[in-house]
């Protein structure tokens, strides 16, 4: 494994964060530089093998330092005696350990030269998976020291824990139940109730409007009703020509209607008179003077009125001329 630049490549999900102290070493048996012997996972000794007092065998992660990054994972237990007191808590592996500090790898001395003799560096870690081999998942401990938790080596704003996955179902359902309503929203309570209120109102609407239409024809034919009953009047109040009127004379296109008709005919008082003098014979002659100029004058009068708009109706007035033929006088003659 080899360091790598820490913002170029994909961490996958970070359940546990911190700062610890790390040293190096290279256990392969050989017994050079204090080799202790193999490693105790059984795994051969390798770049990328980290050891750990307490965190479970095959562990895996990343660690930081200056701006670069190298993956890992525990394959063995240490460091020992400098761990106590949580002053130690992870062995790198040399090679990897000069690479983080610019440094070379001594094959035949086991040792890290070129890196200003740094044995030890402060470096962030970030584990992605926790191991199913023996050892404590969580914060630190020191080497065979279950009850000296190290929590300062355990970051607090960098603890994701891996959610259950009856919760993350949960989330899954919400987020999809979202989606749904915003693609295909269904109408609410509120605008439910909204529209059942508007719809009364809507159905109201046309029974108003015919009630106007049916009310529409009485109104007419009670306007009709009153003009006629007007018009009655009127005619009714109407004073005749016979009474001795005051109001104004016929117009002038009435009077030369009237002469031109005498003119066309020849006389107009003859015929009206013959009659009157056949049914007059045993009539005294002064009698017959008398009453010739008023029946002319009444011929006149009625040739007019037919000109005339008359007022209709059962309460006209009779004319004189019928007056006159209904007098016993006229009877006797």
Not at 12 to 27: H, I, M, P, T
Not at 136 to 151: I, L, Q, V
Not at 160 to 183: F, I, N, R, V
Not at 294 to 299: H, K, M, N, Q, S
């Amino acid at each position: 494994m080899t360091p790598s630049n820490a913002a170029g490549d994909d961490a996958g999900q970070v359940l546990q964060s911190g700062e610890v102290k790390a040293s190096y070493f290279w256990d392969d048996g050989s017994g050079i530089n204090g080799d202790t012997g193999a490693p105790a996972s059984g795994e051969p000794m390798q770049q990328g093998l980290f050891a750990s007092p307490s965190w479970p065998l095959g562990t895996e992660g990343y660690v930081e330092y200056n701006g670069k990054r190298a993956d890992f994972f525990i394959g063995d237990r240490g460091p020992g005696e400098p761990s106590q007191g949580c002053d130690v808590l992870l062995d790198l592996d040399g090679k990897t350990f000069a690479q983080l500090t610019g440094g070379t790898w001594n094959d035949s001395s086991y040792v890290v030269e070129g890196a200003g003799g740094l044995g030890h560096i402060n470096v962030t870690y970030h584990i992605t998976e926790w191991g199913d081999g023996n050892g404590t998942e969580g914060a630190p401990h020191p080497f065979r020291n279950e009850s000296h938790k190290c929590d300062n080596a355990v970051s607090a704003a960098a603890q994701p824990t891996q959610k259950p996955q009856e919760h993350q179902d949960d989330q899954q359902a919400a987020a999809e139940k979202k989606t749904s309503e915003k693609t295909d929203p269904t109408p609410t309570d509120s605008e439910t109730k909204q529209d059942s209120q508007a719809q009364p109102g809507e159905q109201q609407a046309p029974s108003e409007s015919e009630d106007q239409q049916s009310k529409q024809p009485d109104a007419q034919q009670k306007a009709q009703q009153d003009d006629a009953a007007d018009d009655e009047e009127e005619a009714s109040a109407a004073p005749s020509p016979d009474e001795g009127s005051t109001s104004a004379p016929p117009s002038a296109d009435a009077t030369t209607a009237t002469t031109a008709t005498t003119a066309t005919t020849g006389t107009t008082t003859a015929p009206l008179m013959t009659p009157i003098a056949q049914e007059l014979p045993g009539a005294t002659e002064g009698l017959g003077l008398l009453l010739l100029p008023a029946l002319a004058a009444t011929a006149l009068v009625a040739k007019s009125r037919l000109r005339l708009p008359r007022s209709g109706g059962r309460h006209r007035k009779p004319s004189r001329l019928a007056k006159l033929r209904e007098s016993p006088t006229f009877a006797a003659s």
